[in-house]
């Protein structure tokens, strides 16, 4: 199975800040990558498909980057409602989340 | 709107067993494959079951395998789950997500609802 490694685990920021979380497949998956944004005690919403496609309705902020085995998600300039826990998936494997907290 | 709207969580002693639903509504269910994602608490996200828009295909985590079932009735547009022999590790919050067309990306989610296997 291939497995998905995320880094850092946590990451501490400020508002306005340009953050960047890592993603890096165990073996190629093209740029059969998603990223998601979950809140405490909500659902996870999907941000990024197919490596670097924004979904409808997220912020241009957002972006992501990256194919074969090292993906990134970039936020431009963080926003107090981006303090969150994301993660990237790759079919039915999640990495283990990168927490983004107040620095 | 896409809704998904999942129930039958509870307290269930360890062995028993449980039933989700998840009611879809606001896109031709039966067009789009769907899938059970489970977090225990504190942890992250752990694909559980995924099924093909006839549901002809099923695939599981190993964990769980032999012990759940997904199921669909696209007639009534709803995704089920059968959980039987549940352990304390299922304890979990489980989401039904529909996969975005074309990939393999989860494009809506319900608002999960909560198993817990305890004695």
């Known amino acids: 199975d291939i497995q998905m490694t995320q880094s850092p685990s946590t990451l501490s920021a400020s508002v306005g800040d340009r953050v960047t979380i890592t993603c890096r497949a165990s073996?190629?998956?093209?740029?059969?990558l998603a990223w998601y944004q979950q809140k405490p005690g909500k659902a996870p919403k999907l941000l990024i498909y197919?490596?670097?496609s924004l979904e409808s309705g997220v912020p241009s902020r957002f972006s992501g980057s990256g194919s074969g085995t090292e993906f990134t998600l970039t936020i431009s300039s963080l926003q107090p409602d981006d303090f969150a826990t994301y993660y990237c998936q790759h079919s039915w494997t999640f990495g283990q989340g990168t927490k983004v907290e107040i620095k | 709107e896409v809704q998904l709207v999942e129930s039958g969580g509870g307290l269930v002693q360890p062995g028993g067993s449980l039933r989700l639903s998840c009611a879809a509504s606001g896109f031709t269910f039966s067009s789009y494959w769907m899938s059970w994602v489970r977090q225990a608490p504190g942890k992250g996200l752990e694909w559980v079951a995924n099924i093909k828009q006839d549901g002809s295909e099923k695939y599981y985590v190993d964990s769980v395998k032999g012990r759940f079932t997904i199921s669909r009735d696209n007639a009534k547009n709803s995704l089920y789950l059968q959980m039987n022999s549940l352990r304390a590790e299922d304890t979990a919050v489980y989401y039904c997500?529909?996969?975005?067309?074309?990939?393999?990306?989860?494009?809506?989610w319900g608002q999960g609802t909560l198993v817990t296997v305890s004695s």
């Open positions: 997500a529909r996969y975005r067309s074309g990939g393999s990306s989860l494009d809506y």
């Open positions: 197919k490596a670097s």
């Open positions: 073996q190629s998956i093209s740029s059969w």
